[in-house]
């Protein structure tokens, strides 16, 4: 008898093809899908390899990072039209809407009530920070952003502006959810 305990080794096939990278170790204040940090959820297999790369977990030119649930595409005539007939209303839950599906796609930004609350104190914000972080989320992922941070200084021009604003913000962000498959508006 040998005094060796049974277990894997070489004899058992290769090891599993994705391995925990170092950055993925977990720490104090970090978890699965905190900005990118923390272990991928799933099932670890033997020697602390993970079976395949859980769902979530996408290869960006910085390494790979967490991935949150795709957005919700909405189409930008109904939401004018929505808007116009609430008195305004509309535009506070779109806001809403849309800085929670920003958050919670890239795990970081300044999330749903922030912006809520930076939309009804200092409206004129939303018009820099909606487009900040669209163009974040496309440049996290290797591709060039069809909306600029500089974008908001549309809503200088007095009606057309806000109008040509919401059309490049919405048709932005109906590519990238649409693209990574999310049903059409």
């Known amino acids: 008898m040998s005094d060796q305990p049974p277990g894997p080794g070489p004899a058992h096939g290769p090891p599993p093809p994705w391995t925990q990278p ?16 923390g272990p991928p959820p799933g099932p670890v297999g033997p020697g602390g390899t ?7 977990w996408v290869a960006t030119p910085w390494g790979p990072r967490w991935r949150g649930p795709v957005g919700r595409p909405q189409n930008t005539g109904m939401a ?15 806001t809403y809407r849309t800085h929670d599906d920003l958050q919670r796609y890239r795990g970081e930004g300044i999330g749903a009530t922030v912006g809520l609350i930076l939309s009804i104190f200092v409206g004129i914000a939303i018009f820099f920070t909606v487009p900040m972080e669209i163009e974040k989320m496309y440049q ?12 908001g200084l549309w809503c200088l021009l007095p009606l057309a502006g806000p109008i040509i604003w919401f ?5 932005a ?8 498959g999310a049903p059409p508006a």
């Open 173 to 180: 962000l109906a590519a990238f959810w649409i693209a990574r």
């Open 167 to 171: 059309c490049k913000v919405q048709d």
């Open 140 to 151: 996290e992922e290797g591709l060039a952003s069809p909306v600029r941070t500089t974008d």
């Open 80 to 94: 004018i039209l929505l808007t116009i007939v609430t008195c305004g209303i509309w535009q506070y839950v779109w």
């Open 22 to 37: 170092s950055w993925a170790q977990p720490g104090p204040g970090y978890g699965a899908g905190y900005g990118g940090y």
């Open 50 to 56: 993970y079976d395949r790369p859980p769902l979530g």
